[in-house]
């Protein structure tokens, strides 16, 4: 199938429809666990700085890899609940959203 036909087939399938400048619903939350997400990862990875890693530590690959590492707990924490930053957000987007009705 060649990407003309595949086109089409989403064009009539109704797969892909675009509104341009519509959010999807979903998106203040998802926003705000990416946000908790990014904020974890710095925090894990300064930590992860302070751990002795013993006879495989060292050099530029460690550095890199700790960065992944802490990129995985932290997606791992927020998959679980997170640390209650996002809880803090939700209640802060709302009021703001409150006011802006109100104006």
Do not use: C, H
Request: glycine share 8%.
């Amino acid at each position: 199938m060649d990407v003309s036909t595949n086109m089409a087939a989403l064009q009539v399938t109704g797969a892909q429809v675009a509104q341009p400048g519509a959010a999807a619903p979903d998106a203040p939350n998802s926003a705000i666990k990416e946000f908790e997400a990014m904020f974890l990862t710095q925090m894990v990875d300064e930590m992860l700085k302070q751990v002795e890693i013993g006879d495989f530590g060292g050099g530029q690959a460690e550095e890199n890899w700790r960065f992944f590492l802490a990129e995985a707990f932290s997606r791992e924490i927020v998959d679980q609940g997170g640390a209650g930053l996002s809880a803090s957000l939700e209640r802060a987007l709302s009021a703001y959203s409150q006011t802006r009705e109100m104006e």
